[in-house]
């Protein structure tokens, strides 16, 4: 069965990075884009960016462009998303989800979610 | 980018009841539209894709339909497990964006 398992929960001081990853298993890795997406407390779902784990090649959202890195371990079937210069609005859920790379448009499965708190 | 607009915000409805939740796009978007459940503490999980198509062991009460700029999620019926949060998603420019939510609550 499709599994997408993320690293645990993190606490970071503002100006720290995060490394987030997602083990992929249960499929074919280099079939399906890995998306970002995050959800602040109480707040709506934002895509952050994917990457093709095939290749290794990434597209970001503007917003996170100068301060987000995503990679990939296909030995391990892992994903990777760091974010760096983190601020108190950076607390969120980080999830990550899978998209097929030939019939996709949407994301068929979800990590758990890795909670990401930024405090001094 | 896509502005994807929810309506209602949020709704009270008793189990059985119809319910209705539309999405718009702020440009048009084919069918590239999809809905996602979200409950408390949990991950989004993929209702409906391509704006009609119903995802693999979704509940048939579940619908979605429209093109362009407006979509609708319909459940036929309201059940006890279907309060929760829905989100609409277009997949078709990048980034992609998500509506706001509809939260669902019982009445």
């Known amino acids: 069965q499709v599994q997408l398992v993320q690293s645990g929960a993190e606490v970071k001081k503002p100006g720290a990075s995060v490394k987030v990853s997602c083990k992929a298993s249960g499929y074919t890795f280099t079939t399906y884009y890995m998306h970002w997406v995050r959800q602040a407390p109480g707040q709506g779902l934002e895509w952050m960016g994917k990457?093709?784990?095939?290749?290794?090649?990434?597209t970001y959202a503007q917003k996170f462009l100068d301060r987000v890195t995503m990679t990939r371990d296909t030995s391990t079937s892992t994903v990777y998303m760091e974010l760096s210069s983190l601020r108190s609005e950076d607390t969120a859920v980080y999830y990550c989800?899978?998209?097929?790379?030939?019939?996709?448009?949407?994301?068929?499965?979800w990590g758990q979610g890795t909670l990401v708190t930024v405090s001094s | 980018d896509i502005q994807m607009t929810q309506s209602p915000s949020s709704l009270s409805a008793p189990v059985g009841d119809r319910v209705t939740i539309t999405c718009r796009a702020s440009q048009s978007i084919s069918s590239f539209l999809n809905w996602y459940q979200q409950k408390p503490g949990k991950a989004p999980n993929l209702l409906i894709y391509?704006?009609?198509s119903l995802q693999s062991g979704v509940p048939s009460r579940f619908s979605g339909s429209g093109s362009g700029t407006d979509f609708t999620l319909t459940i036929s019926s309201l059940q006890p497990e279907d309060f929760a949060t829905y989100y609409c998603?277009?997949?078709?420019?990048?980034?992609?964006?998500f509506g706001q939510g509809t939260k669902v609550e019982i009445k």
């Open positions: 989800a899978r998209e097929h790379i030939v019939s996709g448009g949407y994301l068929d499965y």
């Open positions: 990457i093709n784990p095939s290749g290794g090649s990434t």
């Open positions: 391509g704006a009609s």
């Open positions: 998603q277009q997949g078709y420019f990048t980034p992609w964006t």
